[in-house]
């Protein structure tokens, strides 16, 4: 079968040994749509083949049916990859919810253990860059410090977000803090329009309603309500939502380089939060923390104990941040949002399990109104996204 695909320029792939015309446009979404063809095969360029279309040209070419067997054994291998990503992502996330609440209710140090969890992550990354087994964010020193100076602002919000989540979750449920961090949305659009200078859709706006709602009620009904659990949670929220809006503001303006990746870019971050994580847990709880360890763990055992137990969130948490960007490279932003969705009811539901949480009828409600409330705002935004693209691609 000959398969010709024309946007303005035209190329010729075959397999089997039947002859079939079929003409599409070259868009990547077409391909879907003709049997046993994706995206890696339409990749194949012209120049690797003897179809008679040059790269030069911009030809993409199938030239047999080894090569669609090849590129279906990838895609089924990227589905497994894939959903490795997600279930790690759900178990990580599930054992630093839980560990850090346990460890918290044990120390109520929470500076002091958000600190270490993100110390912990910096040293695990830059014991992988010092073995070689993650490649260093930059080859020159220059390139390093341009790195450094673009990321302070994004490495001190994610200080501020962890800290501040941690804080939230110590003096209140591990429930009520995953519902009112369903609230990002809120932050991310206001900032998205105010700093981002981005258009925003009123059908967007709109989606946020059930959020806000949500939201509300909860905290109305939430039974273990407490003012650090609130505020905790919500500057985490907007620390979160600076730190992702100035990460947008450092990619469009290219200063990463080629030889940051996504990885890099994570673990860059986490050092230099470790940087501004230490100097304010000892302000904030310098003073107390040595004597409050001391009635946490009044033996040596039980000091190497809770010293595992944090080092242990620290690895949970930098783990599950790093394999959720991870996620999102192989999956549409869509799918990544509803699996986020998904995640905070999993954890919702398990610690509320595990720690005995007590829940009103008023707090369940209103904690799966602000839920259900994020999956609508995704498929806004996806719409909105779609529609602006249409627009420009229909302009040119």
């Given at each position: 079968?000959?398969?010709?695909?024309?946007?303005?320029?035209?190329?010729?792939?075959?397999?089997?040994?039947?002859?079939?015309?079929?003409?599409?446009?070259?868009?990547?979404?077409?391909?879907?749509?003709?049997?046993?063809?994706?995206?890696?095969?339409?990749?194949?360029?012209?120049?690797?083949?003897?179809?008679?279309?040059?790269?030069?040209?911009?030809?993409?070419?199938?030239?047999?049916?080894?090569?669609?067997?090849?590129?279906?054994?990838?895609?089924?291998?990227?589905?497994?990859?894939?959903?490795?990503?997600?279930?790690?992502?759900?178990?990580?996330?599930?054992?630093?919810?839980?560990?850090?609440?346990?460890?918290?209710?044990?120390?109520?140090?929470?500076?002091?253990?958000?600190?270490?969890?993100?110390?912990?992550?910096?040293?695990?990354?830059?014991?992988?860059?010092?073995?070689?087994?993650?490649?260093?964010?930059?080859?020159?020193?220059?390139?390093?410090?341009?790195?450094?100076?673009?990321?302070?602002p994004i490495g001190a919000f994610h200080a501020?977000?962890?800290?501040?989540?941690?804080?939230?979750?110590?003096?209140?449920?591990?429930?009520?803090?995953?519902?009112?961090?369903?609230?990002?949305?809120?932050?991310?659009?206001?900032?998205?329009?105010?700093?981002?200078?981005?258009?925003?859709?009123?059908?967007?706006?709109?989606?946020?309603?059930?959020?806000?709602?949500?939201?509300?009620?909860?905290?109305?009904?939430?039974?273990?309500?407490?003012?650090?659990?609130?505020?905790?949670?919500?500057?985490?929220?907007?620390?979160?939502?600076?730190?992702?809006?100035?990460?947008?503001?450092?990619?469009?303006?290219?200063?990463?380089?080629?030889?940051?990746?996504?990885?890099?870019?994570?673990?860059?971050?986490?050092?230099?939060?470790?940087?501004?994580t230490l100097p304010m847990c000892f302000a904030?709880?310098?003073?107390?923390?040595?004597?409050?360890?001391?009635?946490?763990?009044?033996?040596?055992?039980?000091?190497?104990?809770?010293?595992?137990?944090?080092?242990?969130?620290?690895?949970?948490?930098?783990?599950?941040?790093?394999?959720?960007?991870?996620?999102?490279?192989?999956?549409?932003?869509?799918?990544?949002?509803?699996?986020?969705?998904?995640?905070?009811?999993?954890?919702?539901?398990?610690?509320?399990?595990?720690?005995?949480?007590?829940?009103?009828?008023?707090?369940?409600?209103?904690?799966?109104?602000?839920?259900?409330?994020?999956?609508?705002?995704?498929?806004?935004?996806?719409?909105?996204?779609?529609?602006?693209?249409?627009?420009?691609?229909?302009?040119?």
């Amino acid at each position: 079968m000959v398969l010709e695909f024309t946007r303005k320029k035209a190329f010729v792939g075959s397999f089997n040994n039947e002859v079939m015309n079929v003409v599409i446009p070259l868009s990547p979404r077409h391909f879907a749509d003709v049997k046993r063809l994706d995206l890696y095969t339409a990749r194949v360029r012209c120049a690797n083949c003897t179809c008679g279309y040059s790269e030069v040209d911009g030809g993409y070419a199938l030239c047999n049916s080894a090569r669609i067997q090849l590129a279906e054994r990838k895609e089924r291998w990227d589905t497994i990859v894939t959903g490795l990503y997600f279930a790690s992502w759900y178990l990580l996330s599930i054992g630093h919810s839980i560990f850090n609440k346990k460890v918290t209710n044990v120390l109520p140090l929470p500076w002091f253990v958000a600190s270490a969890q993100i110390v912990v992550g910096a040293v695990l990354v830059c014991f992988l860059w010092a073995t070689g087994l993650r490649e260093a964010p930059a080859a020159t020193p220059r390139a390093l410090r341009r790195h450094v100076r673009t990321m302070l602002p994004i490495g001190a919000f994610h200080a501020v977000g962890h800290i501040s989540g941690v804080v939230g979750t110590t003096w209140g449920s591990v429930s009520f803090a995953q519902v009112v961090k369903s609230a990002g949305p809120i932050y991310a659009c206001v900032l998205s329009s105010v700093v981002l200078k981005q258009a925003v859709s009123l059908r967007v706006w709109l989606s946020l309603l059930p959020i806000l709602g949500g939201v509300v009620l909860a905290t109305a009904g939430e039974t273990t309500f407490a003012w650090a659990a609130l505020g905790g949670a919500v500057v985490s929220d907007l620390a979160f939502a600076l730190r992702n809006v100035y990460s947008k503001i450092s990619m469009s303006r290219n200063e990463q380089g080629e030889s940051l990746s996504a990885a890099n870019s994570f673990g860059l971050t986490t050092c230099l939060a470790a940087l501004f994580t230490l100097p304010m847990c000892f302000a904030a709880e310098g003073h107390t923390a040595l004597a409050v360890w001391r009635a946490a763990a009044p033996t040596a055992a039980a000091s190497r104990w809770l010293l595992l137990q944090v080092v242990a969130t620290g690895l949970f948490f930098y783990g599950y941040s790093e394999v959720a960007m991870k996620a999102l490279k192989n999956v549409h932003p869509v799918t990544h949002a509803v699996g986020n969705t998904m995640r905070r009811v999993v954890i919702m539901l398990i610690c509320i399990l595990v720690f005995q949480t007590p829940v009103s009828l008023t707090g369940a409600v209103g904690s799966t109104i602000a839920i259900g409330g994020s999956y609508v705002y995704a498929m806004a935004t996806t719409a909105h996204t779609a529609a602006a693209e249409k627009a420009v691609a229909e302009s040119r």
